[in-house]
C-alpha cells in the first residue's frame, strides 16, 4: 500500500516526467493526476497548486543533480578532468527515458522562462536551482585557475554566470534542431572559450566516456 510520502513523490516525478516532455504552461494538473494514477483529493492534500508542486519538484530535482555535481567535481580529480566529468554530465542528461538522445535542456529553467509575470513561485524556484548551480561553475573555475589551465585572469562568479548563460541558451537551441552533434561540437567549443581554456589543454571531440558520470549518449565513446 502507497504511503502519503509515496504519493507526494510520485506526483512530483510525474510532474517533472511531463513538463520534460512538454512545458510547464501545458502541462496541467489533470494530466498529472491522471498519469500519477492519482485523484485530484490526493494532489491537493500534498499540493495547493501546480505552482506549489512545482516548487517542491525542483528542490527534489535539485537534490539528484547536487549528488551528480558534486561526484563531477570531486577532489579526486584534476581540474581538467572535472571539466571533462562536466561535459559529461551535460551530455548525458540529453536522453529520454529509454536512453535515447532527446535534446530537452532543463525543464525547470526553460518553465521559469516561459512562465507568465504572475508566476512569481516558478521563477523563484529557477532562480534558486540557478545560483546552487553557479557555485559548481564557479569551483570549477577557480580549480582551473589554481592548476594554470587558463589564459587570462578570469572573475570566477561572472565567468560562472556566463558558463550557465552559454549552456542554458544552447540547450534551447539544441531543443529545437535536434542535433546532437552540434550540440556537442560546441558545447565544447562555447565552454572552452568562455574560460579562455589554454589551446594545449583544448580537446577537439575526445568522447566523453571516462568521466565521472556514465556516457549513455550516442557520441563516438558510444561506437
Request: net charge negative; hydrophobic share 40%.
Amino acid at each position: 500500500m502507497s504511503t502519503p510520502t509515496d504519493t507526494r513523490h510520485k506526483l512530483m516525478q510525474t510532474a517533472t516526467e511531463l513538463i520534460w516532455e512538454s512545458n510547464y504552461d501545458n502541462v496541467g494538473i489533470a494530466e498529472i493526476c491522471q498519469k500519477a494514477g492519482v485523484t485530484k483529493g490526493a494532489f491537493y492534500h500534498h499540493f495547493t497548486s501546480k505552482a506549489d508542486l512545482f516548487v517542491s519538484a525542483s528542490a527534489d530535482e535539485w537534490e539528484h543533480v547536487r549528488k551528480d555535481m558534486d561526484e563531477v567535481l570531486s577532489p579526486r580529480y584534476t581540474a581538467l578532468q572535472q571539466l571533462e566529468n562536466m561535459f559529461g554530465l551535460l551530455l548525458h542528461k540529453q536522453k529520454d527515458a529509454n536512453g535515447n538522445v532527446h535534446i530537452c535542456g532543463c525543464p525547470f529553467f526553460t518553465a521559469a522562462a516561459q512562465a507568465g509575470c504572475e508566476e512569481v513561485e516558478v521563477r523563484a524556484a529557477a532562480r534558486d536551482m540557478s545560483e546552487n548551480g553557479l557555485l559548481f561553475y564557479k569551483a570549477l573555475t577557480r580549480n582551473l585557475q589554481a592548476e594554470g589551465c587558463l589564459d587570462s585572469t578570469v572573475d570566477p562568479a561572472q565567468t560562472a554566470r556566463l558558463l550557465s548563460q552559454f549552456v542554458q541558451g544552447l540547450l534551447m537551441h539544441g531543443r529545437v534542431y535536434q542535433d546532437f552533434n552540434q550540440l556537442y561540437q560546441d558545447l565544447r567549443e562555447g565552454i572552452y572559450r568562455v574560460l579562455d581554456l589554454k589551446s594545449e589543454f583544448r580537446v577537439a571531440g575526445k568522447p566523453c566516456c571516462g568521466s565521472a558520470v556514465t556516457c549513455t549518449c550516442s557520441c563516438a565513446c558510444a561506437a
